[in-house]
């Protein structure tokens, strides 16, 4: 590829937290890699979040993305659930902007929107559309899935931003 720009998308979770990295050139889109980190669930909530963190700086340190996308999370468990899965999401922001990389995020409706076509789309739709467009993508389950659909996600609004620059 060109003039490509590495993107990693993650799904924060601190049980499950999938990450994906694509490459995007203009419309083309090319996977790299994917898969889940997965904090001892056991452990204190302090270790758990620098687990998640170091398990993403090793991730940033292999694939060198020049981009992250975050998902918004959104939690209908409560506040206590709400409160862990903010820490997680917060380490996922944190980590690639500790290293100067740009932060998008995303609503949940706006990727699988982006992805599938329709916001209310299902888990098994989102996985499917995202083999359709990342053909090689071998991901085993819906939290890296879900990673890969953010990455995407980024990558065609980005181009839209891109756009709309160039015409200001």
Known sequence: MGDF??????????????????EAEGNRLRYVACGVLTPKVDAELSVRLAELNSGLADLLDRFVPHEAAVEETFVNQGARSALILGQARGVALMTP??????????????????????????????GLMVKTLLPAADFK??????????A?????????????RSFA
């Open 97 to 126: 902007a500790a290293r100067g990389l740009p932060v998008a995020e995303y609503a949940a409706n706006l990727v699988k929107k982006s992805v599938v076509g329709t916001g209310h789309a299902e888990k098994a739709q989102v």
């Open 152 to 164: 995407i996600c980024h990558a065609h609004h980005r181009i839209s931003r891109q756009r709309l």
């Open 141 to 150: 389950g819906a939290d890296a899935a879900d990673a890969l659909a953010i």
């Open 5 to 22: 720009v590495r993107i990693i998308g993650i799904d924060p979770g601190l049980r499950r937290c999938g990450w994906g990295v694509i």
